[in-house]
């Protein structure tokens, strides 16, 4: 699990010092005049959508959504990966209106989820259930807080549609 957690924590810091670099160049950028056309609505829409999915893909919330009791690991493996693909392939195209800072987040947040359910599931021996699967992700989310990339991105996410309103 060290990997994993040094594969987080690499990503975390990657999305920090990303969302700060953008937030000092969207500084920079004129505002739009009030006759002209604006997109505000829009992003602020695409914006609440990515937060939606990096709740719904955050390994506790899918694992409470998605429990499948007497299932295979493999089955629940396959279940938690597809239901991350489909929740990020159904919101693809908010990041028309969002940063490309944000977006990258939330493409992050998706792959890293990804990659902890593959490891995890890796190490369960073939005869293992859904439930010893779901316990293992549990607690990995709850024993290591790098874990937790998908408050990072909520929090940016946040910070940027904040950044709209004003």
Do not use: C
Not at 133 to 154: C, M, P, Q, W, Y
């Amino acid at each position: 699990m060290t990997m994993v957690s040094l594969i987080v924590s690499l990503l975390a810091l990657l999305i920090a010092l990303g969302t700060f670099y953008f937030w000092n160049q969207d500084r920079k950028k004129p505002k739009a005049t009030d006759n002209s056309f604006t997109t505000r609505p829009l992003q602020l829409q695409a914006y609440e959508r990515l937060v939606m999915l990096a709740e719904r893909i955050a390994v506790p919330n899918l694992i409470s959504r998605l429990n499948v009791s007497g299932a295979a690991a493999r089955e629940m493996h396959v279940l938690l990966i597809e239901s991350i693909k489909q929740e990020y392939e159904y919101n693809a195209t908010q990041q028309i209106y969002v940063s490309p800072v944000a977006w990258a987040a939330v493409r992050n947040l998706k792959d890293q989820n990804m990659l902890i359910i593959n490891q995890v599931a890796a190490t369960l021996p073939p005869e293992s259930t859904s439930n010893d699967l779901n316990r293992r992700l549990l607690e990995f989310a709850i024993s290591d807080k790098k874990g937790e990339l998908h408050t990072v991105v909520l929090e940016a996410l946040n910070y940027e549609a904040k950044k709209l309103m004003k």
